[in-house]
């Protein structure tokens, strides 16, 4: 399974941003797929998840402002990131998980870079 990750650059705080991830297979055979971050000096953690289901659930610093969703045509899960802020500012990561009778699988895209000026 291939993940792509774009849509990053550098926006002004209070700008907006979206983030595609678009995946090699189809996302039904994923059981979720996920966003992650990492800043300088900073461990990965989680920005936001989807299930296969559609259930969502996100990291507390992004809640009422970030969306996730995805486009089960278009194999591509989307980050909606309002109102950023400077904290906002990391490398940001598509993660899939998949539950095979062999075992569970991960896999990550690269990254994109998002910057976000105050």
């Known amino acids: 399974v291939q993940l792509q990750a774009s849509g990053g650059g550098l926006v002004q705080a209070g700008g907006s941003l979206r983030l595609p991830c678009a995946a090699s297979?189809?996302?039904?055979?994923?059981?979720?797929m996920a966003w992650y971050r990492q800043a300088p000096g900073n461990q990965r953690e989680l920005v936001a998840r989807?299930?296969?289901?559609?259930?969502?659930n996100y990291g507390d610093s992004v809640k009422g402002r970030f969306t996730i969703s995805r486009d089960n045509a278009k194999n591509t899960v989307y980050l909606q990131m309002n109102n950023l802020k400077p904290d906002d500012t990391a490398v940001y990561y598509c993660?899939?998980?998949?539950?095979?009778?062999?075992?569970?699988?991960?896999?990550w895209g690269q990254g994109t870079l998002v910057t976000v000026s105050s």
């Open positions: 993660k899939a998980d998949r539950a095979m009778l062999a075992g569970r699988y991960e896999y």
């Open positions: 297979i189809s996302i039904f055979s994923l059981n979720t």
């Open positions: 989807i299930t296969r289901g559609g259930e969502t």
